[in-house]
T-cell receptor
Framework: AQKITQTQPGMFVQEKEAVTLDCTYD???????LFWYKQPSSGEMIFLIY??????QNATEGRYSLNFQKARKSANLVISASQLGDSAMYFC????????????FGQGTTLQVKP | DAGVTQSPTHLIKTRGQQVTLRCSPK?????VSWYQQALGQGPQFIFQ???????QRGNFPDRFSGHQFPNYSSELNVNALLLGDSALYLC????????????????FGPGTRLTVL
């Protein structure tokens, strides 16, 4: 069974509008971390935001926020005020437990920002 | 503050050959993980090195091996290359705390694009 599911292969958003990228996860470990990475066409994986399973508040980093719904096992990324430079592939990833460095990635969502 | 660096950027090999990819972690990090990303897919975990030992391994054959040096840099070696080994290879660095827990986010390098002909 897939542990990280991103159901949107591709998304379009108008410049300056907000967009939500979906991510659901599956784990039985009570301690885990959820990450979002951006991958432009150049290939580098750029860290955006992190949410720990015990964090009470939703994580925010500038224009990025993570809508963490633990009971539903979802960790959606919200990008506010989209910019043309946001066009890229976005990956949701999970780290199970606190002593492993292994990240499990979803299939990714391609976001295109329209001018 | 230097980020994660990888070399080379691109590499072309033929089937059956061997390849070595290199990675230097972000300043202050002591752990290196390697990932393989096939075209159109999410990265897949190959293995992780900490204190010069392989700490964890993903579902990859023994043709994939690695090494970590005392300065925390790392190499990924792939023997007997197959066409299916063509991919972007990503290195990520992080650090472990004294209690053995991950204390930092994994930061990735720019990757090495390997083409096997």
């Amino acid at each position: 069974a897939q542990k990280i599911t991103q159901t949107q292969p591709g998304m379009f958003v108008q410049e300056k509008e907000a967009v939500t990228l979906d991510c659901t996860y599956d784990t039985s470990d009570p301690s885990y971390g959820l990450f979002w990475y951006k991958q432009p066409s150049s290939g580098e994986m750029i860290f955006l935001i992190y949410q720990g399973s015990y964090d009470q508040q939703n994580a925010t980093e500038g224009r990025y926020s993570l809508n963490f719904q633990k009971a539903r096992k979802s960790a959606n990324l919200v990008i506010s005020a989209s910019q043309l430079g946001d066009s890229a592939m976005y990956f949701c990833a999970m780290r199970e437990g606190r002593t492993t460095g292994k990240l499990i990635f979803g299939q990714g969502t391609t976001l295109q920002v329209k001018p | 503050d230097a980020g994660v660096t990888q070399s080379p950027t691109h590499l072309i090999k033929t089937r059956g050959q061997q390849v070595t990819l290199r990675c230097s972690p972000k300043s202050g990090h002591d752990t290196v993980s390697w990932y393989q990303q096939a075209l159109g897919q999410g990265p897949q975990f190959i293995f992780q090195y900490y204190e010069e030992e392989e700490r964890q391994r993903g579902n990859f054959p023994d043709r994939f091996s690695g090494h970590q040096f005392p300065n925390y840099s790392s190499e990924l070696n792939v023997n007997a290359l197959l066409l299916g080994d063509s991919a972007l290879y990503l290195c990520a660095s992080s650090s472990f705390g004294l209690a053995g827990e991950i204390t930092d986010t994994q930061y990735f390098g720019p990757g090495t694009r390997l083409t096997v002909l």
